[in-house]
C-alpha cells in the first residue's frame, strides 16, 4: 500500500518513518511511504503558500494552487491514482470501520493542513474524503496522518508478525473491547493474576475472556454493546458476541 503524505512539514515523520512496525513494513516492501512539500509548487516572489481569509479573521489559509498544483504533479507518479483524504476536524470521524475501508485502497493521498485550514475551494474541487481524528483542533494535519497510516498498516497482512492479532483487538471483530490481559510476574504489589487463566483449561480461559470483554464494554462503552430482540418476550437484550480465539497460551508455558 502506498502513502503519499502532502504536507508543509514533511521533517515531522522522519522518526516516525524510521521505527518499529511501519520501518520494518516499508523494508519489506509492503508499504511505502511519499512525503511532498506543498511549498515545492509555490510560485511567485515570496513562494507563499498561505494568505488571509477573505472577509477578515484570525491566521491564514493553505491557498489553493499550490495544493491543486501538488496533486496534479503527483498523483501520475504511480501506476494508479490514489484516493484523495484531506485531514479536517470537520470530517468523517475516524474509527475502525473507517480504517478498514481505507485499508482496502492501494493508494491514499493524505493532505495535511496547517494554520487555519484549507481555502474551502481546495475540497469543493477535489472532493477530497474528509477525515478527523476526533473532536479536537490539532495544529496541522500531520499527526492526525500519522494516527491514520499508523491504524490501517496493522491491517495490511505481512505486517503484524501475528496475522491474527488485530482480529482480536478491541473495536475488531467481535466489536467490543478486549478483555484485561497480564504477564509476568504473576503476583505484583500484592497484585495477582485471576487464578482462571493459569489453569491451562482453555474453553474456561475463553469463556472468561468473552464474559470480561462483553463487562468492560458494558461498563465503558455500552454504545458499543448492540441491543437485539429476544424472541421469547420481545424485549431487548444485550447482545453477546463471542470471539474467535486465538491459541490460548502463557507467558510461562
Ligand atoms: C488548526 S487546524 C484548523 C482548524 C479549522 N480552522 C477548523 O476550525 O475547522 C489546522 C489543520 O490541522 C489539521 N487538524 C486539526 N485538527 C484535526 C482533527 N481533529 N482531525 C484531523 N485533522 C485535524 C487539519 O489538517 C487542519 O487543516
Redesign the pocket.
Known amino acids: 500500500m502506498r502513502f503519499d503524505v502532502l504536507t508543509l512539514f514533511p521533517d515531522l515523520f522522519e522518526s516516525y518513518l524510521s521505527q518499529s512496525l511501519l520501518k520494518l513494513a516499508i523494508q519489506r516492501g509492503l508499504v511505502s511511504v511519499k512525503l511532498w512539500n506543498f511549498r515545492d509548487w509555490a510560485t511567485g516572489k515570496r513562494k507563499s503558500v498561505d494568505d488571509k481569509p477573505y472577509g477578515g479573521g484570525p ?1 491564514m489559509l ?1 491557498m489553493c494552487p499550490p495544493v491543486f498544483d501538488a496533486i496534479e504533479a503527483i498523483q501520475p507518479d504511480a501506476e494508479q491514482p490514489g484516493q484523495l483524504v ?6 468523517r470521524k ?1 474509527d475502525q470501520k473507517l480504517v478498514e475501508e481505507l485499508a482496502q485502497h492501494k493508494r491514499l493521498l493524505l ?8 481555502d474551502d475551494r481546495i475540497r469543493q474541487g477535489l472532493q477530497p474524503l474528509e ?11 500531520e499527526v ?1 496522518a500519522m494516527l491514520m497510516i499508523d491504524a490501517i498498516i496493522r491491517l495490511i497482512p505481512g505486517v503484524l508478525g501475528d496475522e491474527t492479532s488485530h482480529k482480536y483487538e478491541s473495536f475488531s471483530e467481535s466489536g467490543l473491547l478486549e478483555y484485561p490481559q497480564f504477564t509476568r510476574p504473576r503476583e505484583f504489589r500484592g497484585m495477582t493474576v485471576p487464578e482462571v487463566l493459569l489453569n491451562g483449561n482453555h474453553a474456561e480461559i475463553q469463556r472468561w475472556q468473552d464474559q470480561q470483554s462483553l463487562q468492560r464494554t458494558q461498563e465503558r462503552r455500552g454504545d458499543l454493546v448492540p441491543p437485539v430482540v429476544d424472541d421469547k418476550d420481545k424485549k431487548p437484550k444485550r447482545q453477546r458476541r463471542s470471539k474467535m480465539r486465538r491459541d490460548p497460551g502463557s507467558p510461562e508455558s
Not at 484531506?86 to 470530517?91: A, N
Not at 477525515?131 to 494535519?141: K, Q, R, T, Y
Open positions: 491566521g493553505i484531506m485531514l479536517t476536524p470537520q470530517g475516524l493532505l495535511c493542513g496547517r494554520y487555519e485550514g484549507f477525515v478527523s481524528v476526533g473532536d479536537f483542533i490539532c495544529n496541522g494535519g492526525p
